[in-house]
């Protein structure tokens, strides 16, 4: 099935009679004649749900959807993106690693590794969007067990170069994870260009309508844990709490990785999504394809006409010619980026909060990629918790406005920017 189509049949065909609709198993729990039966799904020989908090059937026919779109072998939804971001290295890197990551990433990410991680033992190196390879190969150590980066980052909006990266990362025996929520699976699916793993927020587009939080991790099954073996202990020998299971062999490499996941961190730290939150998703992600087209196509008028507004002092979207990250935006993302960018006024940051409060159909709020148009101040609301050099390191100026275009008539968001300008 082409993109579209897994939007719209991703989660499986009913059989005969039953409800076109994704069924909502709002039950922590499930039924068993015998205590035999269910032994062998807690030894996870057997498939099937019995606890909420390791699977639900909802939950899991999303997933299943994501990981189609991703063309990915397996995945698992989670109760939002950072969840996903953190169980996605949490299951390959513990006390006493390191990971290394692009130093343009998402805010709360940031402070993940930049704080979190640390308090939990887990060192993290950032590499800057325009190092030389040999810069990037001297952040990895022998006990780094990741790559980390951002396809388009939020909010600087700088596009990675995932097959450089992906390179460089197996060069180092370690896979590539991807933050892939801005383009989407519909805009680049990474796995194409070597990516390993990839995680959403699907709070974002993928739900689309500011309606539930949600993550989700999908693996490409390509990346060969045996190789590295003494790299990936928690991979490829037994897992005590699971009486000596080997999730390679168990389950193979299209399967190990999300399954110890699931059976182990999320069983153990608990950030499950509600089925409610599931069933949410996967209506917006009935309407993916057709959003992403649109929130395209209306971001790309609007940079066009920012660009030229005379009291603009300057403009970041990856769609326009004028933008650094032009020709890797094109390379990876030919049918369009996302609807989010970023530009700055003549007068800074108070000409900004000016502006802003001019607005009339286009809102303030602590959110992106939403189908209603909305805007933010990153530097006095998201990225407060940064200092000026974090800002700079995160790509993130003082005066920066995130404008995220949703699927309205432009016209009207583009009318209401220029009464707010004027
Ligand atoms: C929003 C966001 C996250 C965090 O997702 P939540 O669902 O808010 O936890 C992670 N990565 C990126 C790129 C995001 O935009």
């Not at 807690?42 to 899991?60: H, I, K, M, V």
């Not at 325009?130 to 810069?135: F, I, K, N, R, S």
């Not at 596009?159 to 805009?187: C, K, M, Q, S, W």
């Not at 101040?377 to 390191?393: K, V």
């Amino acid at each position: 099935m082409k993109r579209e189509t897994i939007c719209i049949q991703g989660c499986g065909r009913p059989a005969n009679g039953e409800p076109r609709q994704l069924p909502i198993i709002q039950s922590t729990t499930f039924r068993y004649e015998s205590s035999e039966a269910m032994a062998k799904l807690f030894d996870l020989e057997a498939n099937g749900y019995f606890y909420t908090r390791l699977a639900n059937p909802t939950n899991d026919a999303v997933a299943r959807k994501i990981a189609a779109l991703e063309g990915g072998t397996a995945g698992v939804l989670v109760s939002s993106g950072m969840a996903a971001v953190f169980y996605s290295l949490f299951n390959l890197a513990s006390a006493g690693d390191h990971i290394v990551s692009s130093s343009t990433i998402y805010g709360g990410t940031f402070n993940l590794f930049n704080v979190t991680l640390k308090k939990m033992g887990i060192d993290v190196t950032f590499v800057e969007p325009d190092w030389t390879d040999e810069q990037v190969n001297a952040a990895f150590r022998p006990n780094t067990k990741l790559f980390f980066g951002e396809t388009i980052a939020n909010p600087a909006l700088t596009v990675f170069d995932i097959e450089r990266y992906a390179r460089i990362a197996h060069e180092h025996g370690v896979p590539l994870i991807i933050d892939n929520t801005f383009p989407t699976p519909i805009n680049c699916r990474p796995f194409e260009w070597g990516a390993d793993i990839v995680v959403h927020s699907t709070t974002k587009y993928m739900d689309g309508h500011s309606a539930s939080l949600g993550g989700c991790v999908v693996d490409s099954g390509k990346f060969d844990w045996n190789a590295h073996k003494d790299k990936f202990p928690g991979l490829t020998t037994p897992d005590e709490s699971y009486h000596g299971l080997v999730y390679t062999d168990a389950f193979g490499l299209g399967g190990a990785y999300i399954t110890k996941i699931v059976a182990q961190v999320g069983r153990d730290l608990g950030s499950m999504i509600s089925p409610f939150n599931a069933y949410i998703l996967n209506i917006g992600l009935e309407t993916l394809a057709l959003r992403m087209e649109r929130h395209c196509q209306n971001a790309q008028k609007v940079a066009e006409w920012l660009e030229k507004h005379p009291k603009i002092s300057w403009i970041n979207y990856p769609g326009l010619e004028s933008s650094k990250d032009y020709a890797l935006a094109q390379k990876y993302m030919p049918n369009g980026t996302c609807g989010v960018l970023s530009f700055g006024l003549k007068g800074g940051r108070e000409a900004a909060e000016a502006f802003m409060k001019k607005l009339n159909l286009v809102f303030i709020a602590t959110h992106v990629a939403d189908a209603q148009t909305c805007l933010l101040h990153p530097a006095s609301s998201t990225h407060r918790q940064l200092s000026d050099a974090e800002l700079a390191e995160a790509g993130v100026s003082p005066d920066l406005v995130r404008l995220s275009v949703g699927i309205e008539n432009v016209d009207d968001i583009i009318a209401d920017l220029e009464q707010a300008l004027a």
